[in-house]
């Protein structure tokens, strides 16, 4: 098993660092393609990798059984993937880092609310978030308001049951 998960670590470095190559050579290209395409070509590398390191890297003592070290390997590779871009789009669309940034950029007297407001208009991202719910079906235009769909009501009433069954807050609770 300790094949596949070191194969697994060696290749995530290594097309999480094309994709970087990527963004930096191709500017403003689909983020999410040029992951799944760096990710989709470090498969067929991480499996001769992990073959290679279950044949040559380990005494005949230590070697992992083949089959469970494959399929443990696989998995964290998977999962490597996953939070990878997880983490990405995090960091890229993060209005809260986006706003440190501004401020830091500031120089040593900060930026003031205007300033903030003036670089980061949030209306956009509204906008884009009701187009989105709307393509995606929660959401449809009457002409003078916007509506639940069945999907979009059965979302929004189990957003409110496990809020209320965690005590949790929605963002604009913990906002105010």
Same mark, same amino acid.
């Given at each position: 098993?300790?094949?596949?998960?070191?194969?697994?670590?060696?290749?995530?470095?290594?097309? =999480?660092?094309?994709?970087? %190559?990527? $963004?930096?050579? +191709? =500017?403003?290209?689909?983020?999410?393609? *040029?992951?799944?395409?760096?990710? +989709?070509?470090? &498969?067929?590398?991480? !499996?001769?990798?992990?073959? +290679?390191?279950?044949?040559? %890297?380990?005494?005949?003592?230590?070697?992992?059984? !083949?089959?469970?070290?494959?399929?443990?390997?696989?998995?964290?590779?998977?999962?490597?993937?996953?939070?990878?871009?997880?983490?990405?789009?995090?960091?890229?669309?993060?209005?809260?880092? %986006?706003?440190?940034?501004? *401020?830091?950029?500031?120089?040593?007297?900060? %930026?003031?609310?205007?300033?903030?407001?003036?670089?980061?208009?949030?209306?956009?991202?509204?906008?884009?978030?009701?187009?989105?719910?709307?393509?995606? =079906?929660?959401?449809?235009?009457?002409?003078?308001?916007?509506?639940?769909?069945?999907?979009?009501?059965? &979302?929004?009433?189990?957003?409110? $049951?496990?809020?209320?069954?965690?005590?949790?807050?929605?963002?604009?609770?913990?906002?105010?």
């Amino acid at each position: 098993m300790l094949t596949g998960i070191i194969s697994s670590l060696m290749c995530t470095l290594l097309w =999480g660092t094309a994709a970087l %190559a990527v $963004f930096h050579i +191709a =500017g403003k290209s689909p983020r999410f393609r *040029v992951m799944m395409c760096c990710f +989709a070509g470090s &498969v067929p590398l991480w !499996l001769v990798l992990a073959l +290679a390191i279950n044949r040559f %890297a380990f005494p005949s003592t230590w070697s992992d059984p !083949l089959v469970p070290g494959l399929f443990i390997g696989f998995v964290t590779h998977v999962l490597l993937f996953l939070f990878v871009v997880e983490g990405y789009y995090h960091v890229d669309r993060s209005v809260t880092l %986006a706003i440190l940034e501004t *401020v830091l950029r500031g120089g040593p007297n900060g %930026a003031t609310g205007t300033e903030i407001r003036a670089r980061h208009e949030i209306s956009y991202i509204i906008e884009d978030r009701v187009n989105t719910l709307q393509e995606n =079906g929660y959401l449809v235009n009457n002409g003078r308001s916007l509506e639940l769909t069945h999907k979009g009501t059965a &979302v929004a009433i189990t957003t409110l $049951f496990s809020t209320g069954l965690f005590r949790s807050q929605l963002q604009k609770d913990r906002v105010e």
